[in-house]
């Protein structure tokens, strides 16, 4: 079992403002089907040549965290429970569990590493879609 690194997420207060900069500055693009708007607490863009994704997400802490910027992983083979599993045997320290937050089958958990770096760990894009599938099946589309 391995990860890879999905996108890096930068915590901000304005995450539309702030990629449209990084934009600008680095020749990304919006993700097709989704377009960051003024107002989007989360803005994905992506480097059209490598597919390197910066997220970028709206804190609402007055002063922000002095880390800032964090790793989302992504399982290339496993799923996100058995690498949650996997990094708690490695001796990561589980911060914050997200598991469900959109309902079942979404989410992630957040850990620290031996010293104090913090990650994600995300669902594996074969659970994504499997999740995307069922979600489309029950709603007709």
Same mark, same amino acid.
């Given at each position: ?48 040549e ?17 880390k800032?910027?964090?790793?989302? !992983? &992504? ?7 058995? %690498?949650? +599993?996997?990094?708690?045997?490695? $001796? *990561? ?19 620290a590493?031996?010293e ?5 760990? !995300? &669902? ?7 999740? %995307?599938? +069922?979600r489309?099946?029950?709603? $007709? *589309?």
């Amino acid at each position: 079992m391995t990860l890879f690194v999905s996108h890096t997420t930068i915590d901000c207060h304005d995450a539309y403002a702030l990629s449209e900069w990084w934009k600008a500055l680095l020749g990304y693009v919006d993700v097709e089907g989704d377009p960051n708007l003024p107002g989007h607490e989360e803005c994905m863009i992506l480097d059209p040549e490598t597919g390197h994704r910066l997220l970028f997400i709206e804190v609402a802490d007055e002063e922000l965290p002095a880390k800032r910027i964090h790793l989302d !992983l &992504r399982p290339r083979t496993s799923t996100r429970d058995e %690498e949650v +599993e996997r990094l708690l045997e490695l $001796g *990561a320290t589980q911060i914050a569990d997200h598991r469900g937050k959109y309902g079942p089958g979404t989410g992630w958990v957040i850990f620290a590493d031996p010293e104090g770096n913090q990650l994600c760990v !995300l &669902r594996s894009e074969a659970e994504v879609a499997a999740w %995307e599938a +069922e979600r489309a099946q029950t709603s $007709g *589309a």
